[in-house]
């Protein structure tokens, strides 16, 4: 555990697919660093997804730095549980210095330095890189009658399989990938009605997350930072049509409702007063940054996110953010784009830290 007197160069906070990324990088230039994650298990939140969950780009575009994912045998598309048992294997390879279960509760600044307090102790470090993603904060709307409907809602974060819906009425409520992939597999043993804020756009079906990294780095490197924000991967919108989603839609399964306005105690209920019964309400509508273990550092906005100025906070600028979404680098949030962030953010952060040795400034 580092003193005041000795303290780290660099926290990593949280051993997902950014966290990694940076730590290899880090471990390349020679840092001394140590990466804090909360879960018990590696893997980062890929084995919390459900069972189904395809990438929608192949292995190959779908590596970290230095590694090539292995390809899933019989799948184009990899599974989650091959995402999660890939980054396992990169954590040893890499021999990263991995302390789990260590929750950051919170962090502190102290005499030029960042303090870190955690479940298990307390860290110090000159620099600190957040990469704690956004599984753990999902996001609900503000629907009027949520609190009045005798059903079951749920989140994607708390789906699993299609199973328990056998025989359900459920509806689906979303217009991105996630909604898309579980509403073609729960359309085969439920009765289901997807609800949409607009009409979903689909993909070519030879179009897959290999152009939309391609189209979010053609954006940011035309227009800057700020036309990344608004046209890369998570602006695009569209659905990747991975063969389980070609299949519900060749079958008729994907067909969209307007998004309603509001639930009853039975069902949900349009605008135009056309209503619903159903069992489940399946919200597949997004997440939120997990950022609130920063709050004393930074102020967050009504989206539970920070001013940056490419990866590194505004308000704190020992403090750099990895894979949050466009808003920290162009297709930040996925594997391939994750490590093209941390690539630049950990030279940013070592070149810092060898001028602060030199000319002994911090």
């Given at each position: ?7 780290i ?38 084995p ?86 956004t ?20 989140h ?26 579980i ?8 009765t289901?009605?997807?609800a ?7 993909l ?9 990294f ?11 930072r ?107 949030a ?29």
């Amino acid at each position: 555990m580092p003193t005041e007197e000795h303290p780290i160069d660099v926290a990593v906070i949280g051993a997902g697919q950014a966290g990694l990324a940076a730590g290899y990088f880090l471990r390349r230039a020679g840092a001394d660093f140590v990466i804090l994650d909360a879960a018990d298990r590696p893997g980062g939140s890929w084995p919390l997804y459900w069972d189904s969950l395809r990438l929608f780009s192949p292995a190959a575009h779908s590596m970290l730095p230095g590694w090539w994912m292995p390809e899933e045998e019989g799948h184009e598309y990899p599974s989650a549980a091959h995402v999660a048992s890939y980054l396992s294997a990169y954590e040893r390879r890499y021999d990263l210095p991995v302390h789990r279960p260590a929750r950051v509760r919170r962090a502190e600044r102290a005499d030029g330095l960042l303090r870190l307090h955690t479940d298990t102790g307390t860290w110090l470090a000159r620099r600190v890189i957040s990469a704690t993603g956004t599984w753990n904060a999902p996001h609900t709307p503000d629907v009027p009658g949520r609190d009045v409907f005798a059903g079951t809602q749920l989140h994607t974060a708390d789906y699993r399989g299609p199973q328990e819906f056998t025989g359900q009425r459920v509806v689906v409520v979303g217009g991105g990938n996630s909604a898309a992939q579980i509403l073609a597999e729960l359309s085969t043993v439920a009765t289901t009605t997807w609800a949409t804020a607009r009409p979903p756009r689909f993909l070519p079906d030879d179009i897959d997350g290999r152009a939309l990294f391609a189209i979010a780095t053609r954006a940011q490197q035309a227009a800057g930072r700020r036309a990344s924000e608004q046209q890369g991967v998570a602006g695009l919108g569209d659905i990747v049509v991975v063969p389980s989603v070609r299949e519900a839609r060749e079958r008729g399964a994907l067909k969209a409702e307007p998004m309603f306005a509001r639930l009853s105690r039975t069902g949900v209920v349009w605008a135009d007063g056309t209503t619903l019964e159903c069992d489940v309400v399946l919200w597949c509508t997004g997440f939120r940054p997990v950022l609130d273990h920063l709050g004393s550092l930074a102020p967050l906005d009504e989206h539970g996110q920070m001013a940056v100025e490419g990866t590194r906070s505004v308000a704190e600028p020992r403090l750099h953010l990895l894979g949050y979404g466009d808003w920290t680098g162009a297709a930040s949030a996925t594997l391939i784009g994750a490590a093209r962030t941390a690539k630049a953010t950990v030279a940013q952060i070592t070149g810092e830290l060898e001028h602060e040795a030199r000319t002994g400034t911090a």
